[in-house]
């Protein structure tokens, strides 16, 4: 079954702008991983957050965890258009399985 | 230069026939996973392997088989039990088989079936 749920499933912006996806969960997680997927193709790792974690940067992405809330965000500054791509989240659930959300569409206009 | 292989990239099979994924990595990772993926939609997980002679189903299990002889090597095989085997098939591998572990994905294959 599907735990992660992006929100929004599509969002489209002008280069420059900030982008933000989030993510829900239902469940305890070990911790919280965002993946890119450019069309047709594999999935890329971006970052990982672990439970004990609030905040992760790196470059010019942000991803927040707050577990209280049983959400996650992701946040790409200052966006380019080869930042086009879905984005997925994924949380651990137990010591093996990754379970992924459907994705947020993300389309960065020139 | 390392990094994980699937093949072929696009694979047509008619209704009936038995057909097989190759998946390779040279990362030397213990864990290995298939993904199914439709379109517009996340990634589900088929089988994993955690070592060499070992596998476990994942969520979406029916219709497929798997073998892990090899630690390189996790081939998919879809079967004509699979009734609806047109998608997008993604293999991954990680350093051990703790899901905490950032995963590394193939290019993928795309199956239609005709």
């Known amino acids: 079954s599907q735990q992660g749920e992006e929100d929004p499933q599509a969002l489209s912006i002008q280069e420059g702008e900030n982008a933000t996806m989030n993510c829900s969960y239902k469940t305890s997680i070990n911790n919280l991983q965002w993946y890119r997927q450019n069309s047709g193709r594999g999935l890329v790792h971006l970052i990982l957050i672990r439970s004990n974690e609030r905040e992760k940067h790196s470059g010019r992405l942000r991803v927040t965890l707050d577990t209280s809330k049983k959400s996650s965000s992701l946040l790409i500054t200052a966006s380019r258009a080869a930042d086009t791509a879905s984005y997925f989240c994924a949380t651990v659930q137990g010591a093996q399985k990754l379970v992924f959300g459907q994705g947020t569409r993300l389309t960065i206009n020139p | 230069d390392g990094g994980i292989t699937q093949s072929p990239k696009y694979l047509f099979r008619k209704e009936g026939q038995n057909v097989t994924l190759s998946c390779e990595q040279n990362l030397n990772h213990d864990a290995m996973y298939w993904y199914r993926q439709d379109p517009g939609q996340g990634l589900r997980l088929i089988y994993y392997s955690q070592i060499v002679n070992d596998f476990q189903k994942g969520d979406i299990a029916e219709g497929y088989s798997v073998s892990r002889e090899k630690k390189e090597s996790f081939p998919l095989t879809v079967t004509s039990a699979q009734k609806n085997p047109t998608a997008f098939y993604l293999c991954?591998?990680?350093?051990?088989?703790?899901?905490?572990?950032?995963?590394?994905f193939g290019p993928g294959t795309r199956l239609t079936v005709l």
């Open positions: 991954a591998s990680s350093i051990s088989g703790r899901a905490a572990n950032e995963q590394f």
